[in-house]
Nanobody, 116 residues
């Protein structure tokens, strides 16, 4: 099993920034990709950004140019740098990890609120 622990959420004014972190532990040797989803109230979880072991990244269109996903393989940690935050970015953000053997695992979620 893979355990994912997130940190870094909070309240920020529009135009501000936050950095989310997600540390993986447990059966991590088969992880091939990690990243982030978010969930708005009353909506399904949606993809935000992901990164493979090789460093290939992809983003949903609404965050391109503002968010950056990165990964420290030595620390088994994935990050999401969120700049120029907008009120419509307000959501619960979930880290995920994809493993060849175990499928997809999820973190517990962290609230991000962009509001004045």
């Amino acid at each position: 099993q893979v355990q994912l622990v997130e940190s870094g959420g909070g309240l920020v004014q529009p135009g501000g920034f936050l950095r989310l972190s997600c540390a993986a532990s447990g059966s991590i040797s088969n992880i091939y990709a990690m990243g982030w989803y978010r969930q708005f109230p009353g909506k399904q979880r949606e993809f935000v950004a992901g990164i493979t072991n090789g460093g290939t990244t992809n983003y949903t269109d609404s965050v391109k140019g503002r968010f950056t996903v990165s990964r420290d393989n030595a620390k088994n940690t994935v990050y999401l740098q969120m700049n120029s935050l907008k009120p419509e970015d307000t959501a619960v953000y979930y880290c995920y990890a994809d493993s060849w053997k175990l499928g997809r695992g999820w973190g517990q979620g962290t609230q991000v609120t962009a509001s004045s």
